[in-house]
């Protein structure tokens, strides 16, 4: 059955049955006070602000039966997936690989890297662990997504002009049709998260579009 999102830069239709919803890199070093990210002296709080709208689209997307997918970033603990050129990216006193807040920075199976309390997938909802930015190098997203017959992808998560955008980036060369949460994803940096947005739906919305909780809630209930 055919619904529709009130977004910008113009509406857009769906089906539910082929629709899922991606939540990214709600990872607890990213999210919590005294996690790796407030270590680089981040405020972590407006990461945290896209918690409750990311919770609220991720109980609507289980209530109508969506197809929910959650991803990491991280690597191995030998860090054969991590490129030198990642391992030495800003000259880190402290960076991936190393003992941080939450164990090793960056490595499956440290706590740190795990996804944050508030938004823990349930039982059969699939945890993509992406050793890059996009969540499609790399992994079996694609695999997963083509499977479900999937054709539109709800974004959420963290940080807007990194990892969501490169996502959205992904998808679209792969001809998926993505929602781009505003209030559920964000940036440690203001101005990013709005010029993260922006990129998406310029251009009669060249990446995808972007839309409210409130009116991907509605969309997703009916309303």
């Not at 919770?55 to 970033?73: I, N």
């Amino acid at each position: 059955m055919s619904k529709s999102f009130t977004a910008e830069p113009y509406d857009l239709p769906f089906d539910p049955a082929q629709t899922a919803l991606i939540i990214i890199d709600m990872q607890r070093d990213f999210l919590e006070p005294g996690g790796f990210g407030a270590m680089l002296g981040n405020d972590v709080s407006l990461l945290r602000s896209a918690i409750a709208p990311c919770r609220a689209v991720l109980d609507a997307a289980r209530a109508s039966g969506l197809f929910v997918l959650h991803t990491r970033e991280g690597h191995a603990p030998d860090l054969a997936d991590c490129p030198p050129s990642k391992l030495a990216r800003g000259r880190l006193e402290t960076g991936i690989g190393d003992m941080g807040p939450m164990g090793r920075i960056l490595i499956r199976g440290e706590a740190g890297h795990d996804i944050i309390p508030e938004l823990y997938p349930s039982a059969g909802e699939p945890i993509i662990d992406k050793p890059g930015k996009g969540a499609f190098f790399a992994t079996d997203l694609e695999l997963k997504l083509r499977n479900k017959g999937i054709r539109t992808l709800i974004v959420c998560g963290v940080t807007t002009e990194v990892c969501v955008n490169t996502t959205v980036r992904e998808a679209n060369d792969r001809g998926f049709e993505c929602l781009v949460v505003s209030d559920a994803t964000g940036s440690y940096f203001p101005e990013y998260q709005r010029l993260g947005l922006e990129l998406i739906k310029a251009q009669g919305g060249i990446f995808g579009w972007v839309a409210p909780s409130a009116a991907v809630v509605a969309a997703l209930a009916g309303e």
